[in-house]
């Protein structure tokens, strides 16, 4: 993505070096400006897209397909890696009530699991959700009713994600589902399921915008995981002069009486310094921002800050001495008697995360909050509790299970509760009025749960208003599509872990 070079611009600081911040940094630097990225991890890049290594093994933090309906990121990710992306078939499946379950849906072996009785009570749900149910949802339940009947709602959406937001369906906010599984109901996962599979358009052919993205049939990866994207972006801005400096943390921030940005920062050597940008990108989670902001924001706004909620996850990384035992990407788990809601399998994203084709490397992932036991426990006591999981889910054999590493990645999710949409619009208020110069980008630096590529957009945006010197674009119109929505259009306004299981992992 060219953007012309600007000599004597402004200084930029970026907070966090996940896709948003990378990608503010990557535009800018290439624009010929003074940028420093500050990352809290003193390894890795890529965020909650980093990809791990355990002992040769290589694992996500989810799953991460690459794939957009907007020409500019998926031209971008080229750009970035343009040798090493992989054409992948996607399989995943629902397990549920001891039964798998192919998504896109197969019709065929829906009614060869539920029966032909249970397959006609499901449409009779349907129909008569369609019949009796509001055509404004406020809640998820309600929502994902009226899109796919009571049954299919109780049998393929209501526990798992409970189980990933760990709160009741009619608490979570209909936004969700909407942003998730936008454009998607029964009639056309239905047509989808009788259509002849055809690979998923590239980007730039006739058709892709049109494309539910929970249909998608293929998807672009990374040979090494979606790791090796971010740290090559990040080696690109370290070659055009940037300043990338891991294992530095941001402790607060201030506005200076010139109208600069002077940032607290605490480096890995346990020294503290601090730096003056004119401009400051933020991709930290935007309760912590607010938190952070001197002067302090009103109170109204520090009270928003404060209860915005976050999701934490978990991924237990076992290693089992036999070839991969089932062909998915990734299944999602709907048994509540379970704690583990998806499960990853490695080598079948790219065959070079696993060093050894007779060994195999599926990601056990657990949805919780930093205060629940599961969060506490010990690795060793999470990697025995997994590999019971596994055996009883009949995917592996005793002894199979040799190895196993475990992340915890705090605040992976923003919650989409009754009052997050009034809690956002009143930080965003208070930054608008008090904080010229400060930009937010991304999931948790918007508190909007996104893909990678919506997550991009916004910093793509972002970087053209700095770079024109005024406000060309509002990012908080960018949508769950990564396309930008102009004010008062139709659809303005405002989705691995987690989506309800009829959708599949985002980019």
């Not at 694992?59 to 690459?66: E, V």
């Not at 494309?211 to 990374?222: A, E, G, H, Q």
């Not at 056990?364 to 990697?383: G, H, K, R, T, V």
Request: proline share 5%; hydrophobic share 40%; net charge neutral.
């Amino acid at each position: 993505m060219l953007i012309e070079a600007q000599q004597n611009g402004p200084e930029i600081g970026v907070i966090g070096a996940g896709p948003a911040g990378l990608t503010a940094a990557y535009l800018l630097s290439g624009a010929g400006l003074d940028v420093s990225v500050w990352e809290a991890d003193p390894r890795y890049v890529g965020g909650i897209s980093r990809t791990e290594v355990y002992k040769g093994f290589r694992f996500d933090i989810g799953g991460h397909r690459f794939f957009s309906k907007s020409r500019e990121v998926e031209e971008l990710w080229s750009e970035i890696l343009p040798d090493d992306m992989l054409e992948c078939e996607r399989l995943s499946r629902i397990f549920y009530d001891g039964k798998f379950y192919s998504y896109p849906l197969d019709l065929a072996e829906v009614v060869g699991n539920l029966g032909k009785r249970q397959s006609l009570l499901t449409v009779a749900s349907y129909l008569k959700a369609k019949l009796s149910t509001t055509s404004n949802p406020d809640n998820l339940e309600d929502w994902v009713t009226r899109k796919f009947g009571g049954r299919l709602y109780r049998m393929f959406f209501k526990s798992y994600t409970e189980k990933v937001w760990g709160m009741p369906c009619r608490e979570i906010s209909a936004d969700w589902a909407a942003q998730r599984i936008k454009g998607l109901s029964l009639v056309k996962a239905a047509r989808a399921a009788l259509r002849p599979r055809r690979q998923t358009p590239r980007a730039g052919e006739t058709g892709r915008s049109e494309v539910i993205k929970s249909l998608i049939t293929s998807f672009r990866y990374p040979r090494h995981g979606p790791g090796m994207l971010w740290e090559a972006a990040a080696a690109r801005i370290q070659e055009r002069g940037a300043h990338l400096q891991l294992g530095t943390r941001v402790q607060g921030l201030s506005r200076t009486s010139a109208g600069r940005w002077r940032v607290q920062l605490a480096l890995a050597d346990g020294s503290e310094r601090f730096q003056e940008v004119d401009q400051l990108i933020s991709s930290a989670p935007l309760g912590w921002l607010v938190r952070n902001l001197e002067p302090r924001l009103p109170a109204a706004a520090l009270a928003a800050a404060g209860a915005l909620r976050y999701r934490d996850f978990l991924t237990v990384a076992l290693i089992l001495k036999t070839p991969s035992g089932f062909p998915d990407n990734w299944l999602y788990i709907h048994d509540p008697q379970l704690k583990v809601g998806r499960i990853q399998n490695f080598a079948n994203w790219s065959s070079e995360m696993v060093p050894d084709p007779a060994m195999a490397c599926y990601g056990m992932e657990y949805f919780c909050n930093q205060s629940d036991q599961l969060w506490s426990s010990s690795d060793a006591e999470l990697i025995e509790m997994a590999t019971q999981e596994l055996l009883s889910l009949g995917l592996a054999q005793k002894g199979e299970v040799v190895d196993g590493a475990v992340v915890r990645q705090p605040r992976a999710y923003p919650v989409y509760d009754d009052n997050y949409t009034e809690r956002r619009a009143i930080i965003r208020a208070a930054l608008r009025e008090h904080c010229p110069g400060l930009h937010v980008v991304g999931r948790n630096g918007m508190h909007q749960y996104n893909n990678q590529d919506h997550s991009m957009m916004t910093a793509m945006l972002t970087a053209r208003n700095i770079l024109a010197g005024q406000e060309l674009y509002d990012v908080w119109q960018v949508n769950q599509d990564a396309d930008y929505i102009e004010a008062g259009a139709p659809g303005g306004g405002s989705t691995s872990p987690a989506e309800p299981c009829l959708a599949g992992r985002g980019a």
